[in-house]
């Protein structure tokens, strides 16, 4: 081992061989380093990619969610639809049954006036010949084709419409206030 030429130096194959160890050392510390980065890349990318997919997934749950939630309001709307329709229809069934049993009262009040008023008798038959060919009429109509006859005839008579359904409430009102009482 050659002998350092001034106190305190290192000799040449001692300071090659801290070189040679530092730089070793610098290698495993580099490489390391990068073996983490790449660790932590990889654990970064893995998150983005969970992450991706569990906002993926939440997104996909929410839509069956939405669409489920649609459907069933959707058969509900049309539940209540069919329960309404069948209500209206019971309901046009059994004014038409009114307006006959107002028919035959009409024809039997027309029959006993016959003989005292022959000129009353007449308009009151015609008036029951009337009403029953519009209970026949209602009988044999469906709910939508009533619903569509008023909303057609409201649109040629607006006027008559509103009068109609003035008449129509100040009607309901009577009936009702002299139920009351």
């Known amino acids: 081992m050659p002998t350092p030429s001034r106190p305190g130096e290192q000799s040449p194959s001692t300071v090659d061989n801290i070189k040679g160890t530092m730089s070793s050392t610098a290698d495993d510390v580099r490489n390391k380093a990068a073996s983490a980065a790449n660790k932590a890349s990889d654990a970064l990318q893995s998150a983005r990619d969970n992450a991706s997919s569990t906002v993926e997934d939440m997104k996909n749950k929410a839509s069956s969610a939405i669409d489920q939630a649609k459907s069933k309001a959707s058969g509900l709307a049309a539940d209540a639809a069919s329960k309404a329709r069948d209500f209206a229809e019971t309901q046009k ?26 000129g009353v008798a007449q308009m009151a038959r015609r008036v029951a010949y ?21 909303a057609e005839f409201a649109r040629r008579q607006p006027i008559g419409t509103i009068v109609g359904a003035f008449v129509a409430g100040m009607i309901v009102s009577r009936l009702f206030g002299s139920r009351a009482a």
């Open 130 to 150: 009337n009403v029953e060919d519009a209970s026949e009429s209602l009988h044999n109509s469906s709910v939508d084709e009533l619903m569509g006859n008023v």
């Open 93 to 118: 069934n059994a004014g038409a049954d009114a307006m006959q049993d107002l028919a035959r009262s009409v024809e039997g009040a027309a029959d006993s006036l016959q003989a005292r008023a022959p």
